[in-house]
């Protein structure tokens, strides 16, 4: 059965830091770009970061550059997100999303996984 | 970066109604338009990709069709179960935004 399943949410101060972890099964991941989207309480969805299948292409949001880095383990079939100096304004729910094809250009997004909720609050 | 303007924002219509939703993007991305489904507390679900084909298992009510800056939603006959909110999203360049989303509910 293909999956994604988050992982690492929760309460954090803000300034601090959480690192978000995506384990894959059912599906060759090292074949796949891989993307993080992210959903404020009551908003719309926010496209957040990609890696390509090979690591070759990386791009983020400018709303989260130079705070989160997006990074892959190929022999864990594992997807990252380091975020760091988070603000008020990154709470959300975070989806790991599959990428159809291994570049992310011109691909879609056909696996999500459940969701993790990162709140960013005193 | 690419703006993706969707309209209405929300809508009401009746079991049985045909109901489009547009998007339209700030500058041309060919056919690289995806649309997603979202219910309320699960994740999206990917319903029509490169604007026109309809992705594995999802009812054919559902249909896409566009190019360019424009692109619409269609469902030929809505039912109960298509109470949802609707995403387009573009995937030609990043960031890769998605529309602002079409609540759609049974009147």
């Known amino acids: 059965q293909v999956q994604l399943a988050e992982s690492g949410g929760g309460v954090v101060q803000p300034g601090g830091s959480l690192r978000l972890s995506c384990a894959a099964s059912?599906?060759?991941?090292?074949?796949?770009?891989l993307h993080w989207v992210r959903q404020a309480p009551g908003k719309g969805l926010e496209w957040v970061a990609i890696?390509?299948?090979?690591?070759?292409?990386?791009y983020h949001a400018d709303s989260v550059k130079g705070r989160f880095t997006i990074s892959r383990d190929n022999s864990k079939n594992t997807l990252y997100l380091q975020m760091n100096s988070l603000r008020a304004e990154d709470t959300a729910v975070y989806y790991c999303?599959?990428?159809?094809?291994?570049?992310?250009?011109?691909?879609?997004?056909?696996?999500w996984g459940q969701g993790t909720l990162v709140t960013v609050s005193s | 970066d690419i703006q993706m303007t969707q309209s209405p924002s929300s809508l009401s219509a009746s079991v049985g109604d045909r109901v489009t939703i547009t998007c339209r993007a700030s500058?041309?991305?060919?056919?690289?338009l995806n649309w997603y489904q979202q219910k309320p507390g699960k994740a999206p679900k990917l319903l029509v990709y490169?604007?026109?084909s309809l992705q594995s298992g999802v009812p054919s009510r559902f249909s896409g069709s566009g190019s360019g800056t424009h692109f619409t939603l269609t469902i030929s006959s809505l039912q109960p179960e298509d109470c949802a909110t609707y995403f387009c999203?573009?995937?030609?360049?990043?960031?890769?935004?998605f529309g602002g989303g079409t609540t759609v509910e049974i009147k």
């Open positions: 999303v599959r990428d159809y094809y291994g570049s992310g250009s011109y691909g879609y997004f056909d696996i």
């Open positions: 059912g599906f060759p991941f090292s074949s796949h770009a």
């Open positions: 890696i390509s299948y090979n690591e070759n292409s990386i």
């Open positions: 500058q041309s991305i060919s056919t690289y």
């Open positions: 490169t604007a026109s």
């Open positions: 999203q573009q995937s030609y360049s990043p960031p890769f935004t």
